[in-house]
């Protein structure tokens, strides 16, 4: 582990696997143009680390989040097979990270959707996510009958729910989407649903709020995605409709996460490792940088997020600026080499 020498806010850096080591490469030399504002502690967690420590996700890296509460995290890979939990998964449990926040704006122009801006607030602890799943046998097939068992409770959709509607007062948006499935899932999803309408009323005098069943939800943000502001859901249809909403804008190299607790936050790009194109300077370093943006606000170095953000639209907004994924030519490096240029100009 390397501990940086900057004077400015400790927070630990995971620099990830395949394109990981390339896209935060980007995102330390443009952090470093916009004034050192973190202190990087530079840990291993997935395929990298587990090629050294035999580890996905060794003690060390654990220390460090604790330590910082903070951390920024590249792509990272878990192998499939050989009983390994996702390394995402564990870092959200074992930090107690419950509010997952995908932001989607239109950054580069002439696409399907212009003028997207939207939020989806996603609960990320509970739900099917829990993975208690267990097979029934039945004759001689072991695996005859799989079941899973989802979980919501009171307290963690309350704690979602308000979350998401302080976000929303917080960042000046005009209303919330509660999204469901209590139509069918009564129980699992009711409970959400009415606990979140609960939290609503509080806020009655600040925004609006309403409900969707999950799969009108889905057409609605292709019909007319412009109707909605901020969406808040469960773990399950959370996921997938985090990654249609980044659809709208471009895919998932345009898509920052946050993950936050009470006594944590990491920030990533959702996307993931592309092992293979690692090493050919073709990936898309914009997921992390966003990313790194929402981590510069979550500190309330509000300035320096904005001005990386504009950074961003000025250098995508030409086309000589766009990497391959966005049909451009521009390399992983010279990208980064924009963007610094465009932050001192």
């Not at 080591?21 to 680390?49: H, K, Y």
């Not at 890979?77 to 995402?88: E, H, K």
């Not at 997921?287 to 929402?294: E, K, N, V």
Request: glycine share 12%; charged share 20%; with cysteine.
């Amino acid at each position: 582990m390397a501990n940086a020498t900057s004077p400015g806010i400790p927070a630990t850096l995971i620099p990830g696997d395949g394109i990981g080591p390339e896209i935060v490469d980007v995102v330390v030399r443009v952090f470093d143009t916009l004034g050192s504002p973190f202190a990087w502690e530079t840990c291993q967690a997935g395929v990298n680390a587990l090629e050294k420590s035999g580890d996905l996700l060794p003690p060390e890296t654990l220390a460090s989040i604790r330590r910082t509460g903070l951390a920024l995290k590249g792509p990272l890979t878990t192998p499939i097979g050989g009983g390994f939990r996702s390394v995402n998964v564990r870092l959200r449990e074992t930090f107690q990270l419950y509010a997952n926040v995908r932001p989607a704006r239109t950054i580069v122009p002439g696409g399907r959707y212009e003028k997207i801006d939207l939020v989806l607030v996603r609960e990320n602890l509970e739900g099917l996510y829990v993975g208690h799943e267990h097979y029934v046998p039945i004759g001689d097939d072991a695996h005859a009958v799989a079941m899973a068992t989802g979980i919501n409770t009171r307290a963690g959709a309350r704690r979602i729910a308000r979350f998401a509607f302080d976000y929303a007062v917080r960042n000046n948006r005009k209303k919330v989407t509660i999204v469901h499935k209590a139509n069918v899932l009564k129980a699992l999803t009711g409970l959400f649903l009415e606990t979140a309408q609960q939290v609503g009323l509080d806020y009655a005098d600040q925004l609006e709020f309403n409900d969707r069943i999950v799969d009108a939800c889905a057409m609605q943000l292709v019909l007319n995605p412009w109707q909605f502001d901020v969406i808040v859901s469960t773990n399950l249809f959370g996921d997938i409709l985090s990654d249609q909403i980044a659809g709208l804008v471009g895919g998932l190299g345009m898509a920052p996460g946050a993950n936050i607790g009470e006594g944590a936050a990491i920030f990533e790009a959702v996307h993931g490792s592309a092992p293979d194109i690692a090493g050919q300077g073709l990936a898309n370093p914009t997921a992390l940088l966003l990313a790194g943006a929402l981590m510069l606000d979550h500190k309330n170095l509000h300035a320096p997020a904005k001005k990386l953000r504009d950074a961003i639209d000025d250098v995508l907004g030409a086309e000589s600026g766009r990497t391959a994924d966005l049909g451009g030519k521009t390399s992983t490096s010279k990208y980064g080499d924009l963007l610094i240029e465009r932050l001192r100009g």
